[in-house]
């Protein structure tokens, strides 16, 4: 166990090397930033909203392969859905890759991630667990702020 | 390390430990552990002869005057702390300057940023060029006389660079300025001298000199101590307290308030003994080396840059490398049981200078080998399998 290629699985390479919506939303409902001070790696999150569909999302910034994979896998798995899917689908992914070395990993919670979960050999190597979740942890705080209008760059400025 | 012999290349964030360090604590503990300056028992006078021998071997280490001028604080952070605080307390007036550069870990940078907003003093940074070196003459240009205090790296944690640091310390005085010289990376690679240097205040760390955690030095000249306000307050730092008026002890127990770390001092000595006996001109002689045969193996790497090529530098790559992140990096080198450090070092302005998110760094110390850059060069090589 613990062998780099858990952890460096061939979609998540793919996924670092070509990202999905890696892209800044020109309209958006819910923006949010996710940063680790201790790593540097950094994140913004924008997404839009037509009543409890999350109908487009986009991500920027830079960070490590497993943080650029996980958010790119994000944006692809919660489009189209609703908010409280989005919010089962964090659940479900938290609860895998903070499962404890040792502990056998839920199958029927991982075949229901799809690709993400590839990310469940994360949990192997601790240092990298918050590397894993960043981009998840900004989703849930622009999902979580009251910002209902559509706007624009320009215009938050 | 994961079933391979360990290669330790992060001693720029801490040393191994010598056997000889581990002993005396190991000794001290068991035989002679009481508390110091205070008991009137035989182990009291035994542990306080023993702390106060250490501090005797750091006044030898550095050249200091007197063992007067031989604080111990926590580390190299605690000793910043302490200038920033007590000497811009004692001394900062609005519209005064200070100055730091552009490649400060951030312990040399926010007390200062506190201690400026405290006083209404204004801060400022020396730039540097592209291979992470001062830019002298805008430094030059920036004193005056309302510069006040100059606090400046030794030797850079993230770049390498070697700072001219005699030439900073003739300038500031020239203008009537302090100088406090950060030496956490520089004592366990080059002699110092802090008379011949004449910096005013000097701070570093045990743990990077082969020593514990949790115990370091602060160096400073004894008319500036004298003068300034102390820091904490507590016992083992006052001469008498009454609830009107409170005297306090003489140098350099006015600044070591509360019990301190009397076994990181023992051991701190111990450390100190272990680099004497080898000799920091061989020592630092050897690291010349090693960084030479390192950056030449490093440089051959496909798509490898280093950061930091400063024509004076100490013991310290950092790079980057096309397609891979820092962190991806230090991951897969660690499963080849290569440890290194990645991330910003906690200089943040050093990595928006160079505009990357961080960087994987190596950084040797004595009992490194050249073939442990081998190792290196094939973990990136496997770094390189990895991400194509």
């Known amino acids: 166990m613990s062998d780099l290629s858990e952890l460096y699985q061939q979609v998540i390479l793919e996924h670092n090397k070509t990202p999905r919506n890696f892209k800044k939303l020109e309209l958006f409902t819910h923006d949010a930033d996710g940063y680790n001070p201790l790593c540097g790696d950094h994140y913004h999150v924008w997404l839009k909203l037509d009543g409890e569909t999350i109908t487009d999302i986009g991500f920027q910034g830079s960070g490590c392969a497993i943080s650029k994979s996980s958010a790119s896998m994000m944006t692809a798995s919660v489009k189209g859905h609703t908010v409280k899917e989005a919010k089962e689908l964090f659940e479900k992914f938290h609860s895998v890759i903070m499962t404890k070395i040792g502990d056998a990993l839920p199958e029927e919670t991982i075949e229901e991630l799809g690709s993400l979960g590839a990310l469940a050999g994360v949990r192997e190597f601790p240092a990298r667990i918050k590397c894993a979740s960043l981009a998840w942890h900004a989703l849930n705080a622009a999902l979580s702020n009251s910002q209902t209008t559509i706007s624009t760059e320009s215009e938050k400025n | 390390m994961h079933g391979k012999p360990l290669v330790y290349l992060d001693n720029a964030a801490t040393t191994q430990k010598p056997e000889a360090v581990l002993k005396v604590q190991d000794v001290y503990y068991r035989q002679q552990n009481a508390n110091i300056h205070r008991g009137v028992h035989q182990l009291s006078e035994i542990a306080t002869f023993e702390y106060e021998k250490a501090r005797g071997k750091v006044k030898n280490f550095i050249n200091a005057a007197d063992v007067k001028e031989v604080l111990f604080t926590s580390g190299t952070t605690a000793g910043i702390n302490l200038v920033a605080s007590s000497f ?9 300057e200070v100055i730091i550069s552009a490649m400060e870990h951030h312990s040399n940078i926010v007390p200062w940023q506190l201690i400026c907003e405290e006083r209404g003093a204004l801060l400022r940074v020396i730039p540097m060029n592209d291979n992470g070196e001062l830019l002298m003459d805008e430094f030059e240009r920036m004193l005056s006389p309302r510069t006040k205090f100059v606090s400046i790296v030794y030797i850079s944690n993230s770049l390498g ?8 310390i003739a300038a500031a005085h020239a203008v009537g300025a302090k100088v406090l010289v950060d030496g956490a990376q520089a004592v366990a690679h080059t002699k110092v001298d802090v008379r011949a240097m004449d910096c005013d205040f000097f701070a570093f760390s045990g743990h990077k000199l082969f020593g514990p955690t949790g115990i370091g030095i602060l160096y400073g000249k004894q008319e500036l101590l004298d003068a300034m306000r102390p820091y904490q307050g507590g016992g083992d730092m006052i001469r008498s307290v009454t609830f009107e008026k409170t005297t306090f002890n003489d140098l350099p127990y006015k600044f070591e308030a509360g019990t301190p770390n009397i076994v990181g001092g023992i051991g701190l ?48 790559i950092s790079f980057v490398l096309d397609h891979a992140h820092p962190h991806d990096i230090g991951t897969i080198l660690d499963r080849e049981g290569i440890a290194i450090r990645t991330g910003h070092h906690c200089t943040q302005p050093v990595m928006q200078r160079f505009g990357i998110p961080a960087t994987a760094r190596a950084s040797i110390s004595l009992y490194n080998r050249a073939d442990e850059f081998d190792s290196l060069v094939r973990g990136l090589q496997k770094v390189q399998e990895i991400f194509g």
């Open chain 2, 88 to 96: 811009g307390r004692t001394f900062l007036k609005a519209g005064d």
């Open chain 2, 161 to 168: 660079t070697v700072n001219p640091v005699s030439r900073i």
């Open chain 2, 269 to 316: 000595g111990a450390a100190i003994d272990y680099v004497n006996t080898i000799g920091l001109g061989a020592v630092s002689a050897y690291e010349q080396e090693l960084l030479a045969y390192g950056t030449a193996e490093l440089s051959a790497v496909r798509g490898l840059r280093i950061i930091g090529t400063a024509a004076n530098k100490a013991g310290v």
